[in-house]
């Protein structure tokens, strides 16, 4: 149950309300508009008075509503009425009039505008119009002339919406924190539908402004990218002609005179502000940062990796910053997935989004590195030869949506750790899609089945609890494939197959195989034999001793990962 405050201004403000209610919609949408409650419980009521012109009753029942506040004269606060839209789930049961009369009133009677008893209380009506919502109308001045206490009434209606789900057997919602972007209004809705839109305008500059911003080095390439993605920028500027904050719209979105609807950032989400934006563009490192040539792919996987051991082991500061950087990957994945993933992976995205924010400030200091490489597949578009760098990043990925899942469960974040569920969800679909194609071509190369046999010994011998598991995989084969190949290009195979299963457990992978391909894949591509080993290599191989389990061994280049838990992925 979603309730929603509005506040109207000006001397005409609980006219406007009332004819709005008792109107047919701005879509046709309101069907027998009539009141199910009220401050007396006999107020006039436009949709129930069938021998009376609506609109004399329309204009007796705001001359009621508005009488304590015509009282005070030009003493009569800014704001004067108090609206509050109610709405059930779709999936819900079917509330009665009476039921949604009791909604109406514990709802007034939290916000502090009709507390239960007070006689003085300000005087409010509940207008039903559809199955699935009511409108709460409430004059701002009490029957004593006193304004009503209603501070932080968002945070209190939203609690005993919590409270009426359950009493009722309603959808339950997830209490949140106050960081979640704003949602569209009925009116946004109802354009889009009218306009044969898949999605509103709010919705569509969300993403491109999102995506822009995890794309962008520095400000000037930001509002480049979003003119090139059609998104209109106004500044607002301070006495000196400097940029404090901007406006965002798009050209076919536009008013009753043809202009177009501009949209605060700050509007759009909370870290779409101007202020945000640069905060998020500036250097995070605290010195620069060369990038070492190589795959990009690998490169962005590698630090995805750390993501989470920082969500395990980091202050809560640097894990916000790794959930930050965590949701910009997901918004640009989509735009270099395969055409069967893209739609999974834009849902992924759109979902996550909440789980980027929270109360605690984001350290982004330590996501340079996964920063500059998404950005660098973005920009350069590289060969993903087989399309296993995508499918190593999206693994790595899906086990960094698992943890920020806990990490937001630990810290009570609702929200947020729903939004990463429903991601996760996204990703399992999309995870398959990317994978599986690559993992049969893999398999189609599985070496001899004497070399199979070696991999699978070693594999009984340094992990027995695991190994019939990983032997019984599908993607066994695409396994011995890419250890075939490292050992082909002068690795130790044992010795990475030793680091790729000491590098985050397996117990609660779907395909043990499947994860430890990709780690192999990147191990053997990451840490290159040196001319010295390879000539030792080939000395080795001359004397036959190449094929033994126990074979010279090559000595990982990097400590071994720690270990982390994991889910199904």
Excluded at 288 to 308: C, F, K, M, S, Y
Excluded at 531 to 560: D, F, K, M, N
Aim: aromatic share 4%; glycine share 6%.
């Amino acid at each position: 149950m979603i309730p929603k405050i509005i506040l109207g201004a000006g001397p005409k403000a609980t006219q406007r309300t009332i004819a709005y209610l008792f109107g047919k919609g701005r879509a046709n949408e309101h069907t027998d508009p009539h009141l199910v409650a009220s401050w007396n419980g006999f107020a006039p009521d436009p949709g129930r008075s069938p021998h009376r012109n609506p609109k004399d009753v329309e204009a007796q029942l705001v001359a009621q509503l508005d009488q304590p506040v015509k009282m005070l004269g030009d003493k009569a606060p800014r704001d004067t009425v108090w609206h509050c839209p109610v709405r059930a789930a779709p999936e819900d049961p079917f509330l009665s009039d009476g039921q949604w009369a009791d909604i109406a009133r514990r709802m007034v009677a939290a916000a502090g505008i009709a507390p239960e008893g007070d006689e003085e209380a300000c005087r409010w009506v509940a207008v039903r119009h559809a199955d699935d919502h009511i409108h709460i109308a409430a004059t701002l001045v009490r029957h004593d002339g006193r304004r009503p206490e209603r501070g932080y009434d968002q945070r209190a209606v939203q609690r005993e919406a919590r409270s009426i789900e359950a009493d009722y057997g309603l959808r339950r919602l997830k209490p949140g924190d106050g960081t979640g972007a704003k949602r569209l209004t009925s009116k946004e809705h109802f354009k889009a539908k009218r306009l044969g839109q898949g999605a509103a305008a709010r919705d569509v500059l969300r993403l491109r402004v999102r995506r822009a911003v995890a794309a962008a080095s520095d400000e000037a390439e930001l509002f480049a990218l979003l003119e090139s993605t059609g998104v209109a920028v106004r500044f607002k500027r301070g006495p000196s002609g400097d940029a404090l904050g901007c406006n965002f719209a798009l050209p076919h979105d536009t008013n009753d005179k043809g202009e177009p609807v501009f949209y605060a950032g700050s509007t759009l989400a909370p870290d779409l502000s101007l202020p945000k934006i640069r905060k998020h563009l500036a250097t995070t490192s605290p010195e620069p940062v060369t990038v070492r040539p190589g795959n990009p792919w690998h490169q962005a996987t590698a630090a995805a990796e750390r993501i989470p051991h920082h969500l395990t082991h980091g202050d809560d500061q640097t894990a916000q910053g790794q959930l930050v950087l965590l949701g910009a990957t997901l918004d640009l994945l989509p735009l270099t997935a395969p055409t069967t993933a893209k739609a999974e992976l834009e849902r992924a995205a759109v979902a996550f989004e909440r789980a980027t924010r929270s109360r605690i400030a984001a350290d982004l200091a330590s996501t340079y590195a996964l920063r500059r490489g998404i950005q660098s597949i973005w920009r350069d578009q590289p060969s993903d030869g087989d399309g296993s760098g995508i499918a190593m990043l999206l693994d790595t990925v899906l086990t960094a949506v698992v943890l920020a899942m806990h990490w937001h469960r630990t810290h009570q974040h609702a929200q947020q750790e729903a939004a990463a569920e429903q991601a996760l969800t996204h990703l399992q679909v999309a995870y398959p899609q990317v994978a599986a194609p690559v993992v049969a071509g893999l398999a189609q190369r599985a070496p001899s089945l004497q070399m199979k046999q070696r991999f699978a010994r070693h594999l009984q011998q340094a992990v027995p609890d695991r190994a019939e598991r990983i032997l019984g995989d599908p993607a066994w084969d695409a396994l011995t494939a890419v250890l075939a190949e490292a050992e082909a290009a002068g690795h130790n195979a044992d010795a990475l197959l030793d680091q790729a299963l000491g590098q985050r457990a397996l117990d609660d992978a779907r395909s043990p195989a499947r994860a430890l391909t990709w780690r192999v894949r990147r191990l053997g591509e990451r840490h290159a034999p040196s001319p010295r080993a390879q000539a030792a290599r080939a000395r080795s191989a001359a004397h036959g001793y190449v094929g033994s389990t126990r074979s010279i061994r090559s000595t990982p280049a990097t400590p071994l990962q720690p270990r982390t838990p994991s889910r199904r992925r």
